[in-house]
């Protein structure tokens, strides 16, 4: 089962942007379809990207279409997401996700821990 580390979270203030970046090993046919998901407090969890390859194809939940960018990393184990325009709304804790592109967690097959981001008003 592919291992998956979430990097790069952090506070951030209001209109700011911010990386994170998910490492997975060891290489299987599963890193190929990854995803992004964010679950706020007392809040579900959220579909926000996806991506097959090296951007075939790439997903995004709606809204944020326009201000998060999905991408894979030269190493193609590591998939990014940019944050951009951040709003407090976007506060939660980032998981990444490998084994499918759906915008249902339940389709996905190995985790991360997560990472927390936090965007002050």
């Known amino acids: 089962q592919v291992q998956l580390v979430e990097s790069g979270g952090g506070l951030v203030q209001a209109g700011g942007s911010l990386r994170i970046s998910c490492a997975a090993s060891?290489?299987?046919?599963?890193?190929?379809?990854m995803g992004w998901f964010r679950q706020a407090p007392g809040k579900e969890r959220e579909f926000v990207a996806s991506?097959?390859?090296?951007?075939?194809?790439?997903d995004y939940g709606d809204s944020l279409k326009g201000r998060f960018t999905i991408s894979r990393e030269s190493d193609r184990r590591t998939v990014a997401l940019r944050m951009d325009s951040l709003i407090p709304e976007d506060t939660a804790v980032y998981y990444c996700?490998?084994?499918?592109?759906?915008?249902?967690?339940?389709?996905?097959?190995?985790w991360g821990q997560g990472t927390q981001v936090t965007v002050s008003s």
């Open positions: 996700a490998a084994g499918s592109i759906s915008q249902n967690e339940a389709e996905y097959a190995s």
């Open positions: 060891p290489r299987t046919s599963s890193e190929y379809l």
């Open positions: 991506i097959v390859g090296n951007g075939e194809r790439t």
